[in-house]
């Protein structure tokens, strides 16, 4: 089976830096995805890791290491507006089940 | 970043009644479109892949004929939920990725309510 772990809530303040962990089993892998969703909206891509390593994004950056089967979304200079869920991914079938990140001014 | 369009957003429909919804890859072709539902509070689930020009996939769990999947161009797919029952309310989403790019597009989503 496959399977993702991640936490499912993270409290921070506006300006701080946060990151979001996500641990994941399966049976076949070919990289990692994350994915941002407002309350009431649709999910909205964010990054891609197929190898190990970081990947950096103006704020957002996505770090992967397959050895640990472990990565990481790390979010910089966070905004009130980056109150969302992330999520993790597999491919297109398997999702982790989301951390509800919450910014506190 | 590329578009997918979702129709309609929201409906409301009587139980027994069927529903369909459109999805659309507005700047660029889709040989294969994805489905999902999602519940308050939860992860997405996916439902089936629709292939444009052959049947869906359905994951398991997911009663095919219940859920009719139509994929009959390369830049739309249909989803028509048939003889729906309230507990079918949910968060309806599809999704696309252009050729040969890693980057998922989702659509906004169609939230269905059966009263």
């Known amino acids: 089976g496959q399977s993702l772990e991640q936490p499912s809530e993270v409290t921070a303040v506006e300006g701080a830096i946060v990151q979001i962990n996500c641990t994941y089993q399966?049976?076949?892998?070919?990289?990692l995805s994350w994915y941002q969703q407002h309350d009431g909206g649709a999910p909205t891509f964010l990054s891609y890791n197929a190898l190990d390593g970081l990947e950096e994004t103006g704020r957002f950056s996505s770090f992967l290491s397959r050895s640990d089967s472990y990565g990481y979304l790390l979010l910089q200079e966070l905004q009130m507006k980056d109150s969302a869920s992330y999520f993790c991914?597999?491919?297109?079938?398997?999702f982790g089940d989301g951390t509800t990140l919450t910014v506190k001014p | 970043g590329a578009v997918v369009s979702q129709h309609p957003s929201r409906v409301i429909c009587k139980s027994g009644t069927s529903v369909k919804i459109e999805c659309r890859s507005l700047d660029f072709q889709a040989t294969t479109m994805f489905w999902y539902r999602q519940f308050p509070k939860q992860s997405l689930m996916l439902m089936a892949t629709s292939n444009e020009g052959s049947k869906a996939t359905y994951e398991q769990g997911v009663e095919k004929d219940k859920f009719l999947i139509n994929h009959a161009s390369l830049t739309l797919s249909t989803l028509t939920v048939t003889s729906a029952h309230p507990e079918d309310s949910s968060f309806y989403i599809c999704s696309a990725s252009p050729p040969h790019s890693y980057e998922q597009y989702f659509g906004p989503g169609t939230r269905l309510t059966v009263t």
């Open positions: 399966t049976s076949g892998f070919y990289g």
């Open positions: 991914a597999v491919g297109k079938s398997t």
